[in-house]
Every structure is written in structure tokens, then in C-alpha cells.
Nanobody, 125 residues
Framework: QVQLVESGGGWVQAGGSLRLSCAASGRTFSSKNMGWFRQAPGKEREFVAA????????YYTDSVKGRFTISRDNAKNAVYLQMNSLKPEDTAVYYC??????????????????WGQGTQVTVSS
């Protein structure tokens, strides 16, 4: 069992930065691939980024490449999402998710077994 708690959301002007954190409980965190997803009002949940259990591999959706960076610290049971050059279209609730340590990182929500409660990110123009 893994419990996930996100933090670091807030309000920021376009062009600004935020760093989201996800704290995980449970001894199996270091064996989990981790992902970040987001959901804007009236839209479906969409994939943002993923990182392998070792941290060696990362995967991003095209709209955030070059602006967002996912990282993890297995010693601290934490995963992070550094978001730079934020745009109004990045406004959403951001969710942390944990999935099985499969070889290929995936954007499919069904591949992630545990989810946090989400943190709101609002980017004003």
C-alpha cells in the first residue's frame, strides 16, 4: 500500500515557476514508477510526466517538454515536478500517482495503482 500527498501548488503569474512535491508512505516507494497527471475544469485527466523507479528514465507529454522536470529522491520517499515558464493553460489540479515498475514508462492512468488527492495550480495571464 502506498499513500501519496501532494504539496506546492498555488497561484503564479504566467512565466513563473512552481515546484510540486509528492510525499509517499510505505516501504515499496523505491520500486514504483511515478507519474504526474493534471485535470483542468471540464476536461479529462491528462498525463504530464513519469519517472522510472530508479530515476534513470523520464517521459513527458509534448506540451511540457523543456519547461517541466520530474525527479525523485528514494531516500526521502518523494517525487517532484519542477514547473518553469508556466502558461495559463497549465492551470489544473495536479495529481501524483504510483505504478508498477514496468520497463516502459506509460501515460496511461490505468497503469498507476495509487493516487494522491491533488494540488491546485493556477496560472494567471
Amino acid at each position: 500500500q502506498v499513500q501519496l500527498v501532494e504539496s506546492g501548488g498555488g497561484w503564479v503569474q504566467a512565466g513563473g515557476s512552481l515546484r510540486l512535491s509528492c510525499a509517499a508512505s510505505g516501504r515499496t516507494f523505491s520500486s514504483k514508477n511515478m507519474g504526474w497527471f493534471r485535470q483542468a475544469p471540464g476536461k479529462e485527466r491528462e498525463f504530464v510526466a513519469a519517472i522510472s523507479w530508479s530515476g534513470d528514465s523520464t517521459y513527458y507529454t509534448d506540451s511540457v517538454k523543456g519547461r517541466f522536470t520530474i525527479s525523485r529522491d528514494n531516500a526521502k520517499n518523494a517525487v517532484y515536478l519542477q514547473m518553469n515558464s508556466l502558461k495559463p493553460e497549465d492551470t489544473a489540479v495536479y495529481y501524483c500517482a504510483a505504478g508498477r515498475a514496468i520497463a516502459t514508462l506509460t501515460a496511461q492512468p490505468a497503469s498507476y495503482d495509487y493516487w494522491g488527492q491533488g494540488t491546485q495550480v493556477t496560472v494567471s495571464s
